[in-house]
C-alpha cells in the first residue's frame, strides 16, 4: 500500500499546477504594467516670465463674482469708468468723451475692442480699434494720458487662458503699437481678466480667476511701482519664486508693513468717496463738456487732414466729406461754447450784484 501510495503522490506532483492569477494550467500570469505617466512640457516662455516677475506688494483681496466684479473696484474719478456688460467690458475716459467698448464677433466667434468719441452730444459709431491682434480681447483700460491701453486677450501670446496686456497709442499712424504681455504676476496660466492703475490714490487693481471656483473671481489690489523692480532670481529657489509669481500668499510680499497700512488707508478713502460720487451724482459742468468735445474734434480733425496728404484718391474721397462734416460740427460746437461762456459771465456778474 505505501508503495501505491507514494506512485500516485509522485503523479499528482508532476501534473501542471492550476494558476491562481489565470486559471491556467502551467501558465504564470504576467504582471501588469503600470500606465506610464504622461510628461507635461511646460511652455518655454513660462520660464522667462518667471526669471522677470515684478516684486509688488498686494495689500489687500476680494473675492466677486464674475459677472460683475468691477462694481468692487473704486476707481477715482480721474481714472475713467470702468463697467461690464455681464462678461463684456466697456471703458469711458476720465473726460467722458471717449470711450472703448467690447463686442462678441459671432463671425470669428471672439471679442473685439471698439472706440467712439462723444462729439455734438452724441456718440459716433462704433470703429475697430486698429493695432490689436485678431485673438479674442476684452476689459480695456485706457490711462489718463490717453496713450497706455491694458486689456486681456487670450491667443497664441497668451501663455494661459486671457493674459494680460499693453500697448501705447501712435497718433502718428493713428493706431496702437505691438502689443506687449505684462508678464508675471499679472499673467498667468489662469484667466486673467483686468488691470487698472488709479494715479489719483496710487492704487492697482487686477482681476484673476486663479484657485477660484467657476463663476469667481479673485480681485488683488496692489501699490504701483514707479519704475519697473523684479525678483532677483538667483535670490530665491525656485519654489519660492513660483509661488511669488502667482501670489500664493499675498503676506509674502509685505516688505513694508508701514507701507501697507498706508495704502489701506487710500483704499478706505477711495471706497467711502466712490460711494459719495454715487450718491451725488452730479453731472459735469455743460461748459467744460462742450470745451472737451472741442478738443477731441480738433484732434481728430488735425488727424484726418495730415493723414489725407498720404492717402489714396478712393481714401480721400471718403476723408473729404468726413473732413466737412467735422469742421461744420466744430462750428457748431465752437458756437455753444462762446453762447456757454457768455451765460456763466453773465450768472457770475448776477452773483456778484
Known sequence: MKRYFLIILAILVMIPSVDAQTGKKGVRAKKSKKPKKEVVVEDPRIAQMLAATQQIMFIDSIVANMRDFMRHIPLSSDAGLAEQNDTLGQFTNEL???????????????????????????????????????????????????????????????????????????????????????????????????????????????????????????????EPNQTRKIYQSEAYAEPQLRALADISKISDTWSNKSQRKLALDRLAEAKKNTITAAKSNTPKNELEQLRHQAEVLEKALLLARNYYARASESERQSLRSEILNSEKELETLQLEIRS?????????????N
Not at 508678464?183 to 496660466?189: D, I
Not at 456757454?340 to 456778484?352: D, G, L, S, T, V
Request: net charge negative.
Open 96 to 222: 467722458r468723451d471717449h470711450r472703448l467698448t467690447v463686442r462678441y464677433d459671432v463671425k470669428d466667434s471672439a471679442c473685439h475692442i471698439y472706440q467712439s468719441d462723444y462729439i455734438a452730444n452724441t456718440w459716433t459709431p462704433l470703429v475697430r480699434v486698429q493695432g490689436i491682434s485678431d485673438s479674442s480681447a476684452n476689459y480695456p483700460f485706457l490711462m489718463p494720458d490717453g496713450i497706455t491701453l491694458y486689456y486681456a486677450q487670450k491667443g497664441e501670446n497668451s501663455i494661459g487662458g486671457y493674459d494680460l496686456f499693453v500697448t501705447r497709442y501712435d497718433s502718428e499712424v493713428g493706431a496702437f503699437l505691438r502689443p506687449e504681455n505684462i508678464g508675471m504676476p499679472f499673467s498667468s496660466t489662469a484667466n486673467d481678466y483686468f488691470y487698472a492703475i488709479d494715479e489719483a490714490n496710487n492704487l492697482g487693481y487686477f482681476v484673476t480667476d486663479r484657485r477660484q471656483p467657476n463663476g469667481k473671481v479673485c480681485i488683488y489690489i496692489f
Open 340 to 352: 456757454a461762456e457768455k451765460a456763466q459771465r453773465n450768472a457770475m456778474y448776477k452773483n456778484n
